[in-house]
């Protein structure tokens, strides 16, 4: 069963930092790019960051570059995205996802909620 189980979330002041954790079972996770998306109330889910099968390319939005670094670590199945520098702007329920989705059909998680507030 393909699950993506999204960890690390909270609530953190303006300036903070979090590390966010996608474990990935059920599929072969180190043959997938791998994405981080985020969704803020009310608006539509946007694509945050993307990481290649070996973790040597990646690739950020606009709005994150500078401030946040994905990574990966195949042997445990997991990605990370570490958040520095935090924004209330980045509030946000945080998703991994498999580039290309598992057989064409996207996956998701329930995702990580990070609040960004003083």
């Known amino acids: 069963q393909v699950q993506l189980v999204e960890s690390g979330g909270g609530l953190v002041q303006p300036g903070g930092s979090l590390r966010l954790s996608c474990a990935a079972s059920g599929f072969a996770v180190s043959s997938y790019a791998m994405s981080w998306y985020r969704q803020a109330p009310g608006k539509e889910r946007e694509w945050v960051s993307s990481?290649?099968?070996?973790?040597?390319?990646?690739n950020y939005a606009d709005s994150v570059r500078g401030r946040f670094t994905i990574s990966r670590d195949n042997a445990k199945r997991t990605v990370y995205l570490q958040m520095n520098s935090l924004k209330p702007e980045d509030t946000a329920v945080y998703y991994c996802?498999?580039?290309?989705?598992?057989?064409?059909?996207?996956?998701w998680g329930k995702g990580t909620l990070v609040t960004v507030s003083s």
């Open positions: 996802n498999p580039v290309g989705g598992i057989d064409g059909m996207a996956v």
């Open positions: 990481i290649t099968t070996s973790g040597r390319s990646t």
